[in-house]
């Protein structure tokens, strides 16, 4: 079984920047989009970014898009998001996940991933 461990989480000033790692154990991932979501504190989950499998396709949300870049290491199993002019509403616990099905591009639900790290707090003061 997959499982995915997120680490590059802390705490940064406004208009600082962070970058997020997410190391797959277990099986290789380079068959599956991998996603990055995030929680604020007494808010839902929410999409933030996706990699297709060959790493060709980026998605991102519109909260993040200009700011954000995610990219991925398929020889080392691994997938990281870089984030830059971040913003106190960036504040949330960011959690990587595996696509659920083989060589197809989410869009953006969580239902469509199936496997989840534990999540890596990203804290930013203005």
């Known amino acids: 079984q997959v499982q995915l461990v997120e680490s590059g989480g802390g705490l940064v000033q406004a208009g600082g920047s962070l970058r997020l790692s997410c190391a797959a154990s277990?099986?290789?991932?380079?068959?599956?989009?991998m996603g990055w979501f995030r929680q604020p504190a007494g808010k839902g989950r929410e999409f933030v970014s996706a990699?297709?499998?060959?790493?060709?396709?980026?998605t991102y949300a519109d909260s993040v898009k200009g700011r954000f870049t995610v990219s991925r290491d398929n020889a080392k199993n691994t997938v990281s998001l870089q984030m830059n002019s971040l913003k106190p509403e960036d504040t949330a616990i960011y959690y990587c996940?595996?696509?659920?099905?083989?060589?197809?591009?989410?869009?953006?639900?969580?239902?469509?991933?199936?496997?989840w790290g534990q999540g890596t707090q990203v804290t930013v003061s203005s």
């Open positions: 996940a595996k696509g659920r099905h083989i060589a197809t591009m989410p869009r953006g639900s969580p239902d469509e991933y199936d496997v």
């Open positions: 277990g099986r290789s991932v380079s068959n599956y989009a």
């Open positions: 990699i297709s499998w060959g790493g060709r396709t980026t």
